[in-house]
């Protein structure tokens, strides 16, 4: 059974002092709360739907893959939209948020703090689920379409 609770921030403890500012930007996302029930395992990434279509065929290899060495995801959908808020607001076009289990994942996952990384490609066949980012007319996010 799904239900609500509230999105979690972290701090200091955390050690996640680099994630700070968007941390600051989620406390004021106006998507306060996630959708939760068995998301054991799950990983949430966002991408724009110009880059998730370029290539249907072939594992998803973003940008930050080949420049970072991994793939940035979030825990939740929350902590997913509040990136989409911080650092996506200017960015034309659909956003979605990818659901990824993890257990289907040839690459390793590493965590950051409270971000998970996937180190290598995303399967394709790992990705049980796409949803739209729904944006206001300055690129805020207003949720996620169901």
């Given at each position: 059974?799904?239900?609500?609770v509230?999105?979690q921030?972290y701090g200091?403890s955390?050690?996640s ?11 004021r ?8 029930g068995d ?22 290899r ?5 420049a ?7 825990a ?10 911080a650092r ?8 979605l ?5 993890e ?8 965590w950051a ?11 394709r066949?790992?990705v049980t689920g ?17």
């Amino acid at each position: 059974m799904l239900g609500l609770v509230p999105l979690q921030l972290y701090g200091p403890s955390d050690r996640s002092y680099r994630h700070a500012p968007l941390l600051a930007s989620a406390a004021r996302c106006p998507v306060a709360f996630s959708l939760v029930g068995d998301t054991t395992g799950m990983l949430f990434h966002l991408v724009p739907l110009a880059d998730w279509a370029a290539d249907p065929a072939s594992p998803y290899r973003p940008p930050s893959l080949a420049a970072e060495g991994f793939v940035h995801c979030s825990a939740d959908e929350a902590a997913a939209l509040a990136v989409a808020d911080a650092r996506y607001r200017h960015v034309p076009g659909e956003l979605l948020v990818l659901s990824v289990d993890e257990a289907r994942l040839s690459a390793p996952v590493r965590w950051a703090g409270p971000y998970p990384h996937v180190h290598g490609p995303v399967e394709r066949s790992a990705v049980t689920g796409v949803r739209r980012v729904r944006r206001g007319p300055a690129g805020e996010v207003l949720g996620l379409d169901p």
